[in-house]
């Protein structure tokens, strides 16, 4: 079954640094897809970035990055130049290549900007 | 771009009530789903829907059913609304099939409160 675990319920970060988001997963597939979502405090879920398993680079996406370490099984987001419309909920959410099965979510991080 | 509309943001019922949360997306998805989020425990899947008339069990299905009559909409019942269903309900869509990067895309979200 997979799994989803990030362990830092809140972060702070002062603006313009960089900050890094735990998550680790755990999956017998050997084929699976890792997303970031970020959730303002409006409640929508907005995708950000996405690894595949097979992909050789990390992927990136503005300021967004993601240090992905199969071996580890870990998958974390890196932000760098923080803002201040950064803090919001981010969860880390995985899916094996496996017919239609669903986006499994960890339980979320916390992100505080601050000036 | 992907819109999925929830009907309704803020719903406020009474206990015992029939509750129908109604998702429509416009991107001939065929994959579509219901989730439930509570502080703490991030996103829980309810039901999801692979094809029209098709429906799967997530991991919280009791208390609630769902509807696929058309593609594009998909919709949760509460049968009789209960207290501890007081929570904020996530629908998302997403291109069917195996493929790990499909990206899946959110509603807004509805805040139902059960009193």
């Known amino acids: 079954a997979q799994k989803i675990t990030q362990t830092q319920p809140g972060m702070f970060v002062q603006e313009k640094e960089a900050v890094t988001l735990d998550c680790t997963y755990d999956t017998s597939d050997p084929s699976y897809g890792l997303f970031w979502y970020k959730q303002p405090s409006s409640g929508e879920m907005i995708f950000l970035i996405y690894?595949?398993?097979?992909?050789?680079q990390n992927a990136t996406e503005g300021r967004y990055s993601l240090n992905f370490q199969k071996a580890r099984k870990s998958a974390n987001l890196v932000i760098s130049a923080s803002q201040l419309g950064d803090s919001a909920m981010y969860f880390c959410?995985?899916?094996?290549?496996?017919?239609?099965?669903?986006?499994?979510f960890g339980k979320g991080t916390r992100l505080s900007v601050i000036a | 771009d992907v819109k999925v509309t929830q009907s309704s943001r803020y719903l406020v019922k009474r206990t015992g009530e029939k509750v129908f949360l109604e998702c429509v997306q416009d991107m001939d998805h065929e994959n579509m789903f219901w989730y439930r989020q509570d502080p703490g425990l991030g996103l829980r899947l309810i039901y999801f829907?692979?094809?029209?008339?098709?429906?799967e069990k997530g991991d919280i299905p009791e208390g609630y059913s769902v509807s696929r009559e058309k593609k594009e909409r998909f919709s949760l019942i509460l049968e009789s609304a209960s207290t501890n269903q007081t929570s904020m309900y996530l629908c998302?869509?997403?291109?069917?099939?195996?493929?790990?990067?499909?990206?899946?895309?959110f509603g807004a979200g509805t805040r139902l409160s059960v009193l």
């Open positions: 829907s692979y094809d029209v008339k098709m429906k």
């Open positions: 959410a995985m899916r094996e290549n496996t017919g239609n099965t669903p986006l499994v």
């Open positions: 998302a869509s997403r291109q069917g099939g195996s493929q790990a990067k499909n990206i899946q895309y």
């Open positions: 690894q595949g398993s097979y992909d050789q």
